[in-house]
């Protein structure tokens, strides 16, 4: 099948923003629920474990990934159910990333954020996220998981010639 990819760059204060959406038709609380609770995030993304609250660390598992190890995610920002920043360090960089949600009455749209640095490597960071935020518009709508070839390498020129609006 053929994606279309929806990431957009934006200049930032110490990098660039990569930013990607997706809409619900679900309120906002039950979108926020899919971000933040373990049995709903171990659906799309991976289980975490650990007391969850701004300022402490959890572990979580990128559990789509082959292999994929557990991880210490530091929570920074919570705000139910609008904003939730988190941020990890490992073999591939730092992370830095929020969630934000925005409400229209029966509608709910999520506004992903990618604080990075600069623009290396976001031929693969890119194709990832999106595939990611499929993931849990299927799980959301109980329909299988998209295959991972759908999104990379097909969306990886796609990302690599975009620039900040």
Do not use: K
């Not at 979108?31 to 799309?44: F, G, M, N």
């Not at 139910?80 to 509608?107: I, K, N």
């Not at 194709?127 to 299927?138: H, R, S």
């Not at 998209?146 to 796609?158: G, I, L, R, T, V």
């Amino acid at each position: 099948m053929t994606r279309i990819p929806t990431g957009r760059l934006f200049d930032a204060e110490n990098g660039v923003d990569l930013v990607l959406t997706r809409s619900f038709p679900a309120p906002i609380d039950d979108v926020w629920a899919s971000l933040t609770e373990p049995e709903r995030t171990a659906r799309w993304f991976g289980p975490w474990e650990g007391d969850a609250a701004p300022g402490r660390t959890i572990r979580v598992q990128m559990a789509m990934e082959e292999d994929a190890p557990w991880s210490d995610l530091r929570i920074d920002a919570c705000e139910p159910p609008r904003r939730l920043a988190v941020s990890m360090r490992d073999e591939y960089g730092h992370w830095v990333l929020e969630l934000l949600l925005t409400s229209d009455g029966e509608r709910t749209e999520l506004r992903f954020v990618h604080h990075l640095d600069d623009t290396e490597g976001i031929g693969g960071v890119g194709p990832g996220w999106e595939w990611y935020l499929d993931c849990l518009v299927a799980s959301r709508e109980g329909a299988a998981m998209p295959p991972f070839d759908d999104y990379h390498p097909p969306m990886q020129a796609y990302y690599e010639q975009l620039r900040p609006e």
